[in-house]
């Protein structure tokens, strides 16, 4: 009961747009780029623009290396390297600059890890908030004029507050600075530490000296709103991270495999090309491959957009994430696991996060400038108060804790890969995929407009459009032949057959079949709803299901889909700015055609 057969045999080797702009397994083979090493390393202490220029750096210039890349939103470096060129090698060298890496499997990643370190930031929120409320509580005794003996109490008590929780919440930047320090360079958590440690030292000195103020809590309140920032920046960086992840979550686990006559269940990871596949009703594609048995319908919405099923039998092109709606298939499997369409898509996603624009790297020199320009400033600072103030090394280093605190640099680095970062995330979910990370740059420099047509320009709901036409008799059939089914067309007729009141005829021994479409009985005729070629009829340039009485010629209803609010005034819009607009689809001839034309293209 689809559309038209036509999509199915003019499918091409993967029915994945993005994919056919991806290296197909069969050319890379073909060019010997396999030859290659590709290791992909987990990088859990990168956090910085910094962090992105040392592991590339290092990495670039080691012997054998061609080419590192970070992608700071999944903590990781993907590396192309010769075949001698071992993850241990790789690792030894991250650890003499001071960072920790593991090697990793991206298709087994999981979230775990991730989790675990947006709990622990929230912990160390928590703790710092509620000694942050408690020290300004106990500040009244500085604001009320206590006298000196009760000021000082609370300043001790204060202290007792501040000190354990800025070592324990101030981790994260205490372990990073001391990473950078050992490996001789200053990344951005450096003057961050230091700028804590310098309050909370101050503190302490004016405490034990009985000074009049003490500064707890802003060094507590300086760890709670950084970390704050910190789980922020999390929180966005997951956005967009689970949007590769949810590509990688329509991959299939284990597939059932035919071999020896008798069916076996294993890995994924186990599949070959070459392996007979048995697909069930309602399960999702595990690999590649061509159909060899059995017919069926596909839902292929997760890599075309189409909401339509489309036909699949003998010698039909399938890929992975695809899902089987109606009938059993045997599928010979010519692509698996990481060569699949599937997963070359989610890379696509994951080197677009990672990719480089023009405005990043200009962010990462202006991070590797400033944080020793912060030192300087904050050492500046220091000697000319001390010049001019005579010596008060009090006041001089009060000072140059300020000039720390107010210029800290985390945003500078940050700001770039996050808006990179959340803005792929959420064109994802809305339908938009992002092959390259200077795409977002570049479209103010876009000259032509191309529409992909369903779900785009249009709903994705198919409606009828000719059902007041049919005669009075024929309409409950239909309706009735449409109620048993699953199909989107034919529930799209059951729907608009009850909304005209139609009473359905008494249709008895309904029987679906896999890729044709419904049968039953009807006052002793045989009645069908589904494929033209199932019917004898002409299929057409239009999207339509067929009914077919017995002794009677087939009768076509046919169906639109609903224009989506807003889409001739997008195109509109687009055309008054003079840029061509183009629109192109997977979807029958002259559906499109009218589309187009409606729509001005």
Not at 14 to 21: F, K, L, N
Not at 466 to 481: H, I, T
Not at 500 to 511: K, P, Q, S
Request: glycine share 8%; hydrophobic share 45%; aromatic share 6%.
């Amino acid at each position: 009961m689809t559309a038209s057969p036509v999509l199915a045999e003019r499918a091409p080797a993967s029915a994945c747009p993005a994919c056919i702009a991806a290296p197909s397994a069969e050319r890379l083979a073909a060019s010997g780029d396999l030859k290659d090493a590709r290791l992909v390393l987990s990088l859990p202490t990168a956090h910085c623009a910094v962090c992105i220029s040392d592991v590339e750096r290092t990495l670039g210039g080691y012997p054998g290396v061609r080419s590192a890349r970070v992608n700071l939103t999944m903590k990781r470096v993907s590396v192309e390297a010769e075949p001698d060129v071992t993850a241990e090698d790789l690792i030894a060298a991250l650890d003499g600059i001071g960072y920790e890496a593991h090697e990793l499997d991206p298709g087994m990643l999981s979230a775990t890890e991730t989790d675990r370190r947006g709990r622990d930031l929230l912990m160390r929120i928590g703790v710092a908030g509620f000694a942050m409320m408690n020290i300004m509580l106990l500040s009244i005794a500085v604001w009320s004029g206590a006298q000196d003996a009760t000021r000082d109490l609370f300043h001790w008590i204060s202290a007792a507050i501040a000190l354990p929780t800025v070592i324990f919440a101030g981790q994260p930047f205490f372990a990073s600075a001391w990473t950078s320090l050992k490996a001789r360079r200053l990344g951005m958590d450096v003057p961050i530490s230091l700028a804590i440690i310098l309050a909370s030292s101050i503190s302490v000195y004016e405490t034990m000296h009985s000074g009049h103020h003490a500064y707890f809590d802003a060094a507590v309140m300086l760890t709670f709103f950084l970390l704050v920032g910190r789980y922020l920046d999390y929180r966005t960086r997951a956005v967009a991270r689970s949007a590769a992840e949810e590509l990688a979550a329509l991959e299939v686990a284990r597939a059932t495999v035919l071999r020896d006559g008798a069916e076996h269940v294993v890995p994924v990871g186990e599949l070959v090309p070459g392996d007979l596949v048995r697909i069930r009703p309602g399960a999702r594609v595990p690999a590649d491959g061509e159909v060899v048995e059995g017919t069926s319908e596909m839902d292929r919405s997760v890599l075309t957009g189409e909401s339509l099923p489309v036909w699949a039998g003998p010698g039909v092109t399938l890929s992975t994430g695809e899902v089987n709606l109606t009938g059993p298939l045997t599928l010979r499997v010519t692509a698996a696991g990481r060569d699949s369409s599937l997963h070359r898509m989610a890379e696509l996603v994951s080197l677009a996060e990672s990719a480089k624009n023009k405005y990043t790297s200009l962010a990462e020199r202006a991070a590797r400038a400033y944080s020793p320009l912060v030192h300087l400033l904050s050492f500046a600072a220091f000697a000319f108060w001390m010049w001019r103030t005579g010596g008060d090394m009090r006041y001089a280093v009060n000072i140059s804790a300020a000039v720390l605190i107010i210029t800290c640099p985390c945003a500078l680095g940050l700001a770039v890969p996050a808006v990179v970062t959340a803005a792929s995330g959420k064109l994802f979910r809305g339908g938009m995929l992002i092959k390259d990370g200077t795409a977002l740059e570049r479209l103010a420099e876009v000259d032509t407009v191309v529409f992909d047509k369903t779900g785009t320009l249009t709903q994705g709901t198919p409606e009828p459009v000719n059902l007041s036409d049919l005669s009075p008799k024929v309409l409950p059939v239909a309706a009735a032949l449409a109620g048993a089914s699953s199909h989107p067309l034919a529930r799209a007729l059951a729907d608009g057959a009850a909304a005209m009141g139609v009473t359905l005829a008494g249709v008895t021994d309904l029987r679906e079949v896999p890729g044709y479409g419904i049968e039953g009985q009807w006052q002793g005729c045989r009645v069908r709803l589904g494929r033209a070629d199932w019917l004898g009829a002409e299929a057409g340039d239009v999207t339509a299901t067929h009914l077919g009485i017995e002794g009677q010629p087939p009768v076509s209803i046919r169906f639109a889909d609903r224009l989506r609010p807003g889409a001739e005034d997008a195109v509109r819009a687009f055309q008054a700015q003079g840029k061509p607009v183009w629109l192109v689809s997977g979807d029958v001839e002259g559906a499109v055609a009218r589309l187009a034309e409606r729509l001005g293209i």
